[in-house]
């Protein structure tokens, strides 16, 4: 089953309890495909929060209307989320859009035409590695479905005394996995060796002085304080949404924990999170971050706006893109390049190092591009500006901004 499925079903079956300002998210979904839609289409959207929470959700039948199609529906306010629409035929999803982000804020928002696309499911789906390139690969009907980041590979399992294999009809394409690692080869291009990406979705944070740490794992809530001395493994209520937070209660044990979509700094390691932590106890009230660092840079494309003290010119696009996975690529302004990112423990960033295509262009938009590749290999830190800029920073000081 589908990610977007998962998660659309998810938000309209939940009953998370909500004591909050609402605001109102609307829009319209329509699709490219000249197909029309018949009298019982249903279109449904979700915008999801923390862990999944649903934040709100409607579906209505289409009546014979066609795309674009009008949706509105509310949300708390101050807390951000992911919107997901689909539209289904006969109760099976023939169209669907990527999660759509929605900003924290107490502002209705309009967020326009949501673009869906044929939607082909296949189950099981996970990202692997093969070398420094990332694929998508789910199974349905005894068929291996690869996607890439320009193609679609569909794959029938063929006969393998040793793990899972499949291959088209004349082998220029073929998935063989034992276990954790896999063999690729796409359209007669071999890939390095694959390997499956474990993915950790719980969440955690911590506070120092004294120290704590705390983590949400499906419908688990772990917790130790002083260093490690106390610690519990409590069921996750269900959670209650007011003043731009979650808030998880645990009576039994006075104790509760509220969490807001809001910019955190460790005060002592000066690391970014994008939540702030508040942990109730029957001592008192001990602050702390939360979350993943890395989901402050991933994610869609930044366009850098300075280098150093120098504005870009618009014409002139640079750009970054960074993946959950450590990844990042984008335009120098010629050439494209890829390579990695890595964060330190105390909120260090380090790129590279990067790889580019060697296009030659005319020598200002060349000139451009090696101060831009200048300026990212010094970087060893970043910050979020109050606007919401990246702020590339190397010994303290900015060396490229970019926003999105």
């Known amino acids: ?39 019982g289409a249903e279109l449904a959207v979700a915008v999801t929060g923390f862990q999944g929470t649903e934040l709100g959700s409607m579906s209505q039948l289409t009546g014979g209307r066609q795309v674009p199609l009008a949706f509105e529906l509310s949300v708390p306010s101050g807390v951000k989320g992911e919107l997901t629409a689909v539209i289904m035929v006969d109760n099976e999803i023939r169209f669907a859009v990527d999660p759509v982000g929605i900003a924290p804020g107490a502002d209705d928002v309009d967020i326009g035409t949501v673009w869906l696309s044929g939607f082909s499911p296949s189950g099981f789906q996970s990202t692997w590695h093969c070398g420094d390139r990332q694929v998508q690969i789910g199974f349905r009907d005894e068929m291996a479905v690869i996607e890439t980041d320009d193609m679609i590979f569909e794959l029938p399992q063929v006969v393998s005394a040793d793990g899972a294999r499949f291959a088209s009809e004349d082998s220029d394409s073929e998935f063989w996995s034992k276990g954790s690692r896999a063999m690729l080869r796409l359209a007669g291009e071999e890939y390095p060796e694959c390997v499956v990406v474990e993915n950790d ?4 944070a911590q506070g120092n002085e004294p120290g704590w740490q705390a983590a949400i794992d499906g419908d688990r809530f772990r ?24 808030h998880y209660g645990f009576d039994a044990f006075g104790l509760s924990i509220a969490i807001a979509d809001r910019l ?44 150093g003290s120098e504005a870009l010119p618009e014409e002139n696009a640079v750009t970054l893109e960074i993946d959950a996975e450590g990844r990042i690529s984008g335009s120098a302004g010629c050439n494209r390049y890829m390579g990695g990112i890595k964060l330190g423990g105390e909120g260090g960033l380090e790129v590279g190092p990067l790889a580019a295509t060697e296009m030659a262009c005319d020598e200002p938009l060349m000139a451009l591009e090696r101060r831009f590749f200048d300026a ?14 990246l702020i590339l920073t190397s010994g303290g000081e900015t060396v490229i901004r970019a926003a999105r």
Not at 6 to 15: D, E, G, H, R, Y
Not at 201 to 204: A, R, T
Not at 289 to 298: A, H, I, V
């Open 1 to 39: 089953m589908s990610k977007t499925l998962i998660v659309l079903i998810a938000a309209l079956a939940s009953s998370s309890a909500l004591a909050q300002d609402m605001r109102t998210i609307s829009g319209e979904a329509t699709y490219r495909e000249r197909m029309a839609l018949p009298e």
């Open 201 to 204: 979705k719980s969440w955690k």
């Open 223 to 246: 917790l130790d304080l002083n260093y490690g001395d106390d610690r519990l493994d409590l069921g996750l209520p269900a959670p209650e949404i007011s003043e731009g937070a979650y």
């Open 264 to 307: 955190c700094r460790d005060d002592m390691s000066g690391r970014l999170f994008p939540q702030s932590v508040a942990l109730t106890t029957a001592s008192g009230v001990l602050n702390g971050c939360g979350g993943d660092t890395m989901s402050l840079l991933s994610g869609p494309e930044w366009t850098v706006s300075d280098i």
């Open 376 to 389: 990212i290999s010094t970087v060893d830190g970043f910050d979020i500006a109050d606007n919401g800029q």
